[in-house]
């Protein structure tokens, strides 16, 4: 507490008194070589710090842990690694609102029946649009993601949402993923989503198109984790001034940082990518 305070401009006399410590007994503390446990709280709230700041400060406490034990290969708690980034004033960003779910009806499109978990590639990709504002208007985003590893696939990014932002965006997960028949791709009810273009797009890559049920986001409940995730992440973090600028955060957000550096819980902690590689070599990736 007193170094606390003689480092914020106190002076360490004035310190003592109020806290009742003699003067001779605080500075032969202060002389005192730092036991092993302090130099090592030290050490690791050092390495914490790094993990957060490559994470782009949004790395949690239980993120961080896995980051040190898994790709840093440190011997550490996640009890203790909440508290030395509570004494080091580090945290993570805030998760989404806790809210309940709705009880819809599914329609006879609905191939999913909000069964997301597949156990290969390919097997089914959800795919859905965000928008966001700048100050030259507003930016649209379609992505396609694998259910499987959580990886998005496919993105296309324009000042419009229209069906050939949804079949631009289905496009690069085709030709990125080459699936075999019988893969579904499911979305909403959207316009863009229901025309012509797109599942066209679909059946001619020998795939199934699937639609939830009409105003219910949890028939799409991945797809919009993602997009609250990206929200919290990037979007919100600061006021954006051109499309340009926006798009380019958006790319280096989804292909850098979420597909390649990003570790999901539901992934036991693993990137999307690292978990294909691990599916793929388990003996080598373990």
């Not at 290969?73 to 609102?97: D, K, Q, R, W, Y």
């Not at 028949?181 to 909403?188: F, L, N, R």
């Not at 958006?250 to 550096?261: G, L, M, P, S, T």
């Amino acid at each position: 507490m007193i170094g606390e305070l003689t480092g914020a401009g106190f002076p360490a006399k004035v310190c003592c008194r109020l806290l009742g410590v003699s003067s001779p007994g605080y500075y032969k503390y202060r002389k005192r070589p730092l036991s092993p446990t302090r130099m090592r709280r030290q050490w690791l709230t050092g390495l914490i710090r790094e993990v957060h700041t490559a994470s782009r400060g949004t790395y949690g406490s239980r993120r961080i842990h896995a980051e040190l034990t898994r790709g840093m290969n440190v011997t550490v708690s996640e009890h203790l690694v909440a508290e030395l980034m509570s004494l080091a004033g580090i945290a993570g960003l805030p998760g989404p609102a806790k809210v309940k779910r709705l009880r819809g009806i599914a329609t006879s499109d609905d191939l999913v029946h909000r069964k997301f978990h597949r156990l290969s590639p390919n097997e089914l990709w959800v795919t859905d649009i965000t928008e966001h504002p700048t100050r030259e208007g507003k930016v649209y985003c379609c992505a396609v993601m694998d259910t499987f590893s959580r990886r998005i696939v496919g993105w296309s990014i324009d000042s419009s949402q229209d069906s050939a932002l949804v079949v631009n965006a289905l496009d690069m997960a085709i030709r990125n993923r080459r699936p075999g028949p019988g893969g579904i791709v499911h979305a909403d009810h959207g316009v863009q989503f229901t025309s012509w273009a797109f599942t066209n797009k679909i059946r001619s890559a020998g795939l199934m198109p699937s639609f939830g049920t009409i105003g219910d986001g949890y028939d799409n409940a991945m797809m919009e984790s993602f997009w609250s995730s990206m929200q919290i992440e990037l979007l919100n973090r600061k006021r954006w001034k051109t499309r340009t600028d926006l798009a380019n955060a958006i790319f280096d957000y989804i292909e850098i940082f979420y597909n390649r550096q990003r570790r999901h819980s539901g992934l036991d902690y693993r990137t999307p990518i690292e978990h294909e590689l691990h599916c793929q070599n388990p003996s080598q990736t373990a």
